[in-house]
């Protein structure tokens, strides 16, 4: 199984009870091993998973991790199951190498309580949580939030630091005006990751889903994040929920195709997401500074790769800038 096939988890709440009614949707994008197999065995042995609740979604073409969520969102439920559709609140989503801990689910979508939807823009409204991703196996944290620099170079907050140690720091930390040993559980951050997030399931339809033209992965989730924040909603992890993550699975890290995809990506995304004076000023001197100091020999060609395919789409880019913007300004004013 591939890591751009995504399992997709639709959680609505009732009652006030997180995840206690959901909606399992597995895209298979087109995977070529015994992954279809697998996982109707895993259908079959749980008595708890129906038809009701459960659909494996079979692709015949990889269309990417972006177009994948979108099309369980937009093709699937949309358009086949309406009748689950307005009940849906909350957007959970999955990579397959995702193992998750006790109530995981349950404490992300917790992050969202309070949110208070008569009022549709507060500025300190969550729209998108992400939860501490751990190694797979060692004690060490891989992701708890990410940020940007100028030339949107990401990097992964807490990545290699041992998680035992953070635990210490949160015994030891309180919340400002909060009780003795109370845990701050929730941080800021510039993006999540798409290897499990969450977002307000209504949220993610009015903004369109996720960007498709950022195939086969890498960017769309930041892209996603920082539409939310110009539309004055957080970007937060819940560093309560916890999951373990075999990165990598599909495409190996720092590999050609790794930095191919991931750079021509990060150029497209910003391209799409910064003013015409910011991409000179900020990015262009972040990227030539970086180039000179941080840009390892292997990663050159697949910069230039980056660079030529987004001039010749240069176009089609900024046609999608122009309907963010528009979609954006049409929420802003409902």
């Known amino acids: 199984m591939e890591v751009i096939e995504i399992l997709n988890i639709s959680i609505s709440r009732v009652n006030n009870k997180p995840a206690k009614d959901w909606f399992l949707i597995i895209i298979d994008n087109a995977s070529s091993d015994s992954t279809i197999a697998k996982i109707r065995d895993f259908r079959n042995t749980y008595p708890g998973i129906t038809t009701n609740n459960f659909k494996l979604k079979i692709l015949k073409k990889n269309i990417g991790f972006a177009a994948a969520v979108n099309y369980a969102v937009f093709n699937f439920i949309e358009k086949e199951k309406k009748d689950i559709e307005e009940h849906l609140e909350f957007l959970v989503l999955l990579n397959p190498d995702m193992y998750l801990e006790k109530d995981a689910v349950k404490t992300i979508i917790s992050t969202f309580n309070g949110t208070d939807k008569k009022e549709p823009l507060p500025v300190d409204r969550i729209g998108a949580a992400g939860g501490l991703i751990l190694d797979y196996e060692k004690d060490l944290i891989q992701h708890m939030g990410g940020k940007i620099n100028d030339n949107f170079i990401t990097c992964h907050t807490g990545s290699g630091k041992r998680y035992s140690d953070l635990k210490k720091e949160l015994k030891q930390e309180k919340v400002k005006g909060g009780e003795p ?63 373990r993550h ?54 050159i060609p697949c910069i230039f790769y980056a660079y030529c395919i987004n001039f010749l789409f240069l176009t089609y880019n900024l046609v999608i800038k122009l309907k963010n913007r528009l979609i954006l300004n049409k929420i802003k004013l409902k």
């Open 246 to 299: 075999f990165e990598g699975a599909s495409v190996k890290k720092f590999s050609k195709s790794f930095y191919k995809f991931y750079h021509k990506n990060r150029v497209r995304c910003a391209l799409i997401n910064l003013g015409f004076m910011d991409f000179f000023r900020k990015f262009c001197k972040a990227e030539v500074n970086w180039l000179k100091t941080g840009a390892t020999r292997d990663q």
């Open 181 to 243: 040993g109370t845990i701050k559980k929730i941080i800021n951050a510039d993006y999540i990751t798409g290897a499990f997030f969450a977002t307000d399931f209504e949220l993610f339809k009015n903004i369109r889903g996720f960007d498709a033209g950022y195939r086969p992965v890498y960017f769309e989730e930041l892209d996603y994040c920082l539409r939310l924040k110009r539309l004055g909603f957080r970007i937060v992890v819940n560093i309560c929920s916890i999951a």
